[in-house]
C-alpha cells in the first residue's frame, strides 16, 4: 500500500510557489532578450565582415588583422544595439524631395519616359490579366473541396491570398483555407488534411496531393506537375488579411493595377517569396497601403479610419466565429461605409505612371536604406540603424514580415535599382527583366530568417 500511495502522490500534479512561477516567467522574457541581442551581433558582424572583405581586397588586408577587427567589433556590439524610431509626420526634417511641408509625399510631375510608361503599365497589366479564368478555377476547386470535406468534416472553405484580394495575375495558384471546428494544433490540422487528400484521391486520381509539414502544414493541389490549389487549416489570420487588401482595391482601379505590377516587377527579382525570407505578397501590399495614404491627396484611407468600432472583441484566431454565416471584419468592407468615413474618397487623379514611379523613389529613400519597420496602424515609419527590417499588421499589429541585413540589403538594392532604371528612362519592360541571382546564400539567408520569425513572431505593436 505504502508503494502504490508513493506512486499517486508522485503522479499528481505538483502545486507550485507564485514565486517560483514568477521568476520562470521572468527567465523566459531575460531568454527572449539574450536571443534578440545575439541576432543583432550576428546581423552587426556580418555588415562588418563584408565591409572589411571589400576593404581587404582593395588594400591588401591579412586575414590576421581582418579577425582583430571582427573581435574588436563583437566587444563593441552593445553600443551599437538602438533603433530610431521616427514618425512620419516628422518626415519635414529630412532632405527627401518627395516629402513636402504638410508632411505628405508629393509626387513627381515630370520625369523621363513619364508618357510612354502609363502605356507600358496598361500593356503589361493586361497580359498579367488575360485568359486567366480565376473565377472558373475557384468554382471548380470550390466543388472538389466540398465534395471532398462534406459529410465527413463540419467545416466552411474560404478562398485566401491574391485569388480573392483581387491581386492575382496570369498562372497564380488558387490558395484556399478549410474552417474546422475542434482543430487547433500541428497535427490536428495534418490529421484533417490526411482526409482531404484522401478524399481527392477518390474524387479525381488524375490529381496529386502533397502534405508540406510546416509550421503551418498546407496540402498542394497538383494537375499535370501543375500546382493548382494549395489547402491550409484554420488560417484565420490570412482571411481577414485577404479580406481587408479586397476592400481597399475595391476603392479604386489604379490600387491592384499598381500592387499587380509591384508583384510581377518583385516575382521577377526573387524577392516575392517569404519561405525564402523575401516579401510576402501581403507585406508588399502594405508596403503600398503606407504609400498610398500618404500622398498628398490620399489614394487610400488610414486603417483606423475605417477601423470598426466594436463593443466586443474580434476573435481572429477563434474558428467558431469563421464558421458563422455571416462575419463581421473588425474593419468597413462596403464601399459606402469606408466612403463615409474618408473624405479625400476619389479625389486623387493621379495617373498609375507618376503612382509607380512615386513608389520606388518613396521606398528608394536614405531612410528605407538603413532598415526600416514600417507600422501601417499607427500610420509610423521606424528606422531602424541596424539596417535591418520589420512589417506590422494594421489588424493584429503583430509582426506580418522580418528581414535580416543581408535580405533587406539585397531587397532595397533592388527597389533603388528601379528607381535609378525609371529615373533614367528606361522602359518598364527592361525594369522587370527576370533577375538570376546568385543563390549560394539562400540558406544562410533563411536559416537567419527563420530565427528572426521565431524571436520576433509575438512583438506586438501598440
Wanted: proline fraction near 3%.
Amino acid at each position: 500500500m505504502h508503494g502504490i500511495n508513493a506512486i499517486i502522490k508522485f503522479n499528481m500534479p505538483p502545486q507550485i510557489p507564485d514565486y517560483i512561477k514568477n521568476a520562470f516567467i521572468q527567465k523566459q522574457k531575460t531568454s527572449k532578450h539574450v536571443l534578440y541581442l545575439l541576432l543583432k551581433i550576428k546581423d552587426y558582424e556580418k555588415l562588418v565582415s563584408s565591409i572589411l572583405n571589400r576593404v581587404s581586397k582593395k588594400e591588401g588586408i591579412n586575414d590576421d588583422v581582418k579577425t582583430n577587427a571582427i573581435m574588436t567589433c563583437r566587444k563593441r556590439t552593445p553600443k551599437f544595439y538602438y533603433t530610431s524610431y521616427r514618425n512620419f509626420s516628422q518626415y519635414n526634417n529630412c532632405t527627401t524631395p518627395h516629402i513636402n511641408k504638410n508632411n505628405k509625399i508629393q509626387l513627381a510631375n515630370d520625369f523621363l519616359n513619364m508618357n510612354n510608361l502609363k502605356n507600358e503599365i496598361s500593356n503589361i497589366h493586361e497580359k498579367l490579366t488575360e485568359n486567366s479564368f480565376i473565377d472558373k478555377k475557384k468554382e471548380e476547386i470550390y466543388f472538389l473541396l466540398k465534395n471532398a470535406i462534406f459529410p465527413n468534416l463540419k467545416g466552411k472553405i474560404y478562398f485566401i491570398g491574391s485569388c480573392e484580394n483581387n491581386i492575382w495575375i496570369k498562372n497564380s495558384d488558387i490558395d484556399s483555407c478549410i474552417v474546422v471546428e475542434n482543430c487547433e494544433d500541428k497535427n490536428s490540422y495534418l490529421y484533417i488534411l490526411k482526409v482531404i487528400k484522401s478524399a481527392i484521391n477518390l474524387i479525381d486520381p488524375s490529381l496529386t496531393v502533397n502534405i508540406i509539414k510546416a509550421s503551418v502544414p498546407i496540402a498542394k493541389i497538383y494537375k499535370d506537375q501543375t500546382n493548382i490549389c494549395d489547402i491550409s487549416i484554420n488560417n484565420t489570420v490570412a482571411i481577414v488579411n485577404t479580406q481587408l487588401v479586397s476592400s481597399l482595391c475595391s476603392i479604386d482601379e489604379r490600387i491592384p493595377i499598381i500592387n499587380r505590377i509591384i508583384k510581377y516587377w518583385a516575382k521577377q527579382k526573387n524577392i516575392n517569396n517569404r519561405s525564402q525570407g523575401t516579401f510576402s505578397s501581403y507585406a508588399l501590399f502594405l508596403l503600398t497601403y503606407f504609400f498610398f495614404q500618404n500622398l498628398e491627396t490620399p489614394l487610400l484611407p488610414s486603417y483606423k479610419s475605417i477601423e470598426r468600432a466594436s463593443t466586443t472583441p474580434f476573435e481572429i484566431n477563434s474558428e467558431y466565429f469563421f464558421l458563422q454565416d455571416e462575419v463581421e471584419m473588425p474593419f468597413y468592407t462596403k464601399i459606402e461605409d469606408i466612403k463615409n468615413n474618408f473624405p479625400e474618397f476619389q479625389k486623387n487623379t493621379d495617373d498609375v505612371s507618376k503612382l509607380l514611379y512615386g513608389f520606388f523613389e518613396f521606398y528608394s529613400n536614405d531612410v528605407c536604406k538603413n532598415g526600416i519597420t514600417l507600422d501601417v496602424y499607427n500610420n509610423q515609419i521606424i528606422e531602424n540603424k541596424d539596417m535591418t527590417a520589420n512589417i506590422y499588421c494594421p489588424i493584429t499589429r503583430k509582426i506580418v514580415n522580418t528581414y535580416s541585413i543581408n535580405t533587406w540589403k539585397k531587397m532595397f538594392e533592388k527597389i533603388q535599382a528601379a528607381y535609378i532604371q525609371l529615373k533614367n528612362g528606361s522602359s518598364l519592360n527592361t525594369i522587370c527583366e527576370e533577375a538570376k541571382d546568385d543563390t549560394s546564400n539562400i540558406k544562410i539567408d533563411l536559416k537567419d530568417h527563420l530565427l528572426r520569425r521565431k524571436i520576433f513572431q509575438d512583438f506586438y505593436m501598440p
